[in-house]
């Protein structure tokens, strides 16, 4: 490992060797440092937005809608607690007005079963958000910034390393050039 990463004062070791040795260490040593403070950043920003939908749902009304058709799906699962929702035609009376579409009904329901449908104020219809959907929300906002940034280091590893190569290479060709001529002249 010393070898490795140029710690045994190899008099042949270009710095080129030693700082391509450490590009890896130092991204995952960026990694472990931002990693904590990108995933807590967007988890905020997240939370924050979790906030704002829930406060726009103040402004929802929730009107009682009649399903067209059976909601396809079990009627039980998760022993009992079904959480499965599934999108099925029905209609619906909003300001006075009979409106017919799709609606999130939980998996099994029959038809002709009335489910409550929540309509923000231009009378589309909306899902709540649930306590578990909004930690979810983080959780896989939380992970994708983190696949993000370990793309992006990544990337900035590899790019080190492709200019470290061609660094090397013009060195070697200037080495040769200096060299070169002396070898094809004795031969």
């Known amino acids: 490992m010393t070898r490795r990463l140029g710690f045994d004062h190899n008099p042949l070791r270009r710095g080129s060797d030693v700082i391509e040795a450490w590009l890896l260490p130092a991204a995952v040593a960026l990694f472990l440092i931002l990693g904590p403070l990108v995933a807590g950043a967007t988890g905020l920003r997240v939370h924050a937005d979790n906030l704002a939908a829930q406060r726009a749902e103040h402004s929802w009304q929730r009107v009682p809608a009649v399903l067209l058709q059976a909601a396809p799906g079990p009627m039980m699962s998760d022993n009992g607690d079904n959480s499965w929702l599934v999108w099925t035609p029905a209609r619906w009376t909003a ?19 009335t489910v409550p449908v929540w309509l923000d104020r231009a009378g589309n219809v909306q899902v709540p958000l649930t306590a578990a959907g909004a930690r979810d929300r983080i959780m896989i906002a939380g992970a994708l910034a983190l696949a993000v940034l370990a793309a992006f280091l990544a990337g900035l590893a590899l790019l080190g390393r492709r200019v470290l190569d061609r660094r090397r290479l013009a060195e070697w060709e200037a080495a040769w050039l200096s060299v070169g001529p002396q070898w094809s002249r004795q031969g």
């Open 95 to 113: 300001d006075g007005r009979a409106r017919v579409g799709s609606i999130p009904a939980p998996a099994g329901t029959s038809a002709g079963a």
